[in-house]
Nanobody, 117 residues
Framework: QVQLVESGGGLVQPGGSLRLSCAAS????????MGWYRQAPGKQRELVAV???????NYRDSVKGRFTISRDGTKNTVYLQMNNLTPEDTAVYYC???????????WGQGTQVTVSL
């Protein structure tokens, strides 16, 4: 079982930027796809960005052009660069694997992102 630790969240004004990090306790280089998810208050958790182990990325429409996902295989770390943030991006952000069968590791504690004046 891989343990996931997310960090980098905080309070930022609209239009600001944050870079989130997700450190995995185990080797994730063999995992086909990793993703960033988010859960806003009162809403279901949603997949925001995906990166495969060949570097292919995919994004939720609402974040396209603003968010960039990347991974460092040597550090077993996945990143999410978030630019031009809006209040609608306010949520707790988590990382986890992405698979067609829906298999997930246990969720980490997440990192809170709050976009507000």
């Amino acid at each position: 079982q891989v343990q996931l630790v997310e960090s980098g969240g905080g309070l930022v004004q609209p239009g600001g930027s944050l870079r989130l990090s997700c450190a995995a306790s185990g080797n994730i280089s063999t995992i086909y796809a990793m993703g960033w998810y988010r859960q806003a208050p009162g809403k279901q958790r949603e997949l925001v960005a995906v990166i495969t182990n060949d570097g292919t990325t995919n994004y939720r429409d609402s974040v396209k052009g603003r968010f960039t996902i990347s991974r460092d295989g040597t550090k077993n770390t996945v990143y999410l660069q978030m630019n031009n943030l809006t209040p609608e991006d306010t949520a707790v952000y988590y990382c986890n694997r992405v698979s067609s069968g829906g298999q997930l590791w246990s969720w980490g504690q997440g990192t809170q992102v709050t976009v507000s004046l």
